[in-house]
């Protein structure tokens, strides 16, 4: 009987601790459970930035290009030069133009109050001449003369202020100067843009531009990718039921597997990925089969990240874990 109950006693001790490991077990699965609900992920996310794509204004050929792959340039410092010889005398040709309107207009000012002056004389030789004739002092022939006079002046005047005036009354001296000063300002500025500077700070990625090479205006010389990066997550429909916009996140990137970095939702596509597309999808056919939609949500990073010790760069793959609860 001693020998039987030694034997059992064993066999309890064994069930009553496998007891406990399954209760462990449920207990723990019950907690991993529910903390996984108050949290939402997808692995269909990836770190996301606005590139620049750096072009010229003007066409011309490089002189000099100032920029490596892979260089981080700030905003402001200059990345190439344009040959100018052409924009320079463009230049000159419109700054010549400019100055010509300029004189023209001095010298059809000038004019107009000479005519003014002459008009002026001989209205006033004409109403003398006029009393002298009606008085029998002067002869017709002498009258006649001072006719003529006025007639010639007024003719001045009137070619002078058709030079001067459009027949709406504005000046077409001030108009074509306008003009003139238009022409030689987008010179000067065209020649400006034979100086290429950087429109904002970041890497140069997929330079395409050498010394010598012909560039045309908008052709792109390299890409600009900026320092500041973010996460595109594409979440199932289904997963937004609870996700509001400043939710903690923990970022996951595949790059670095041992470290967590902190984000938070910033916001949320009033779209699905597949609405926003080129084609998006018709669902008012005869083949529609319902798909659950991804709507693409955008988060930040909230911590300060060391670009030295973690290159984080776009396109590389990202698991966030959203804490919904």
Do not use: C, H
Not at 73 to 91: C, F, Q, T
Request: charged share 25%; hydrophobic share 35%.
């Amino acid at each position: 009987m001693e020998e039987q109950d030694k034997k059992e006693k064993p066999k309890g001790i064994k069930r009553t601790l496998g007891l406990i490991a399954l209760i462990a077990v449920i207990a723990a699965g019950g907690v991993y459970f529910v903390n996984e609900m108050q949290y939402q992920s997808t692995d269909d996310a990836y770190v996301e930035t606005t590139t620049v794509n750096v072009s010229p204004k003007v066409s011309g050929q490089i002189e000099e290009v100032y920029v490596t792959d892979n260089q981080f340039i700030k905003e402001g410092d200059l990345v190439a030069i344009i040959d100018d010889a052409d924009y320079k005398v463009r230049l000159e040709q419109a700054d010549s133009t400019y100055e010509k309107i300029k004189l023209d207009q001095s010298n059809a000012k000038a004019n107009l109050i000479a005519a003014e002056s002459n008009i002026a004389l001989a209205k006033k030789d004409l109403e003398r001449y006029r009393n002298l004739y009606e008085q029998g002092a002067v002869s017709k022939q002498t009258f006649d003369s001072a006719q003529v006079k006025y007639d010639t002046a007024q003719a001045g005047l009137t070619q002078a202020e058709q030079s001067l005036f459009s027949d709406s009354g504005k000046t077409v001296a001030d108009a074509n100067l306008r003009t003139a000063k238009a022409a030689k300002d987008k010179a000067a500025l065209d020649l400006s843009y034979t100086r290429v500077y950087a429109p904002q700070s970041g890497t140069v990625s997929s330079r395409r531009v050498e010394k010598g090479m012909y560039v045309t205006a908008g052709s792109p010389l390299f890409t600009l990718v900026p320092e500041n990066v973010w996460v595109v997550a594409n979440f199932k429909e289904n997963q937004l039921r609870e996700m509001k916009v400043g939710q903690s996140v923990d970022i996951k990137i595949d790059t670095y597997p041992n470290k967590t970095f902190k984000g938070k939702i910033d916001s949320i596509q009033r779209a699905s990925g597949a609405k926003s597309s080129l084609f998006p999808p018709e669902n008012a056919v005869g083949s529609f089969v319902k798909i659950v939609q991804r709507i693409p949500v955008k988060i930040v990073f909230t911590e300060e990240i060391d670009s030295e010790q973690y290159n984080i760069v776009p396109g590389m793959s990202v698991v966030p874990k959203v804490k919904v609860k």
